[in-house]
């Protein structure tokens, strides 16, 4: 639980409430789609996903000006370790710094909740990603691959 110091950047860690949900749902619907998940997760399940993580508050937000800049979310847990995914910063905030607070704030934040480990899945495919997660102090742990069968 030990984390890299990183310098400060404008703004502060929130936990997600419905008063982002449209601007949570309108991030999540880009970030699939970035991602090229597959299946392509249709709206209504976005919504819905997006109204269970604040439900269950594990949907957090970087905040400046009274505005979000970034998410992040608790996507899976265990009795021990909590999974972080749906890191997503729109285009126009990106390079700022706020995506590398919001992942180390929400994970300083797990273990805070008693959970022994963290960790994340990336996509080696991405360099910038990848760089902002060992900026913080994650390490590389292993491959997966995902394949599907029809």
Not at 25 to 40: L, M, R, V
Not at 51 to 57: N, R
Not at 129 to 147: A, H, M, P, T, W
Request: aromatic share 14%; with cysteine.
């Amino acid at each position: 639980s030990k984390f890299k110091h990183i310098s400060m950047v404008e703004g502060r860690f929130v936990q997600a409430t419905a008063i982002y949900r449209k601007q949570l749902i309108d991030w999540s619907i880009k970030f699939y789609h970035e991602i090229e998940s597959f299946p392509q997760k249709k709206e209504d399940a976005i919504q819905r996903l997006i109204d269970t993580l604040i439900d269950t508050m594990s949907l957090f937000c970087w905040v400046k000006a009274e505005r979000p800049v970034s998410m992040a979310a608790i996507i899976r847990r265990t009795a021990h370790i909590a999974i972080v995914g749906m890191l997503y910063t729109p285009h126009e905030e990106r390079g700022n710094g706020y995506a590398l607070h919001c992942v180390q704030k929400l994970s300083e934040y797990i273990f805070t909740q008693g959970y022994s480990r963290c960790g994340l899945f990336t996509n080696k495919d991405y360099p910038v990603s990848n760089k902002i997660y060992q900026k913080i102090g994650y390490e590389r742990v292993c491959d997966f691959l995902d394949v599907e069968f029809s």
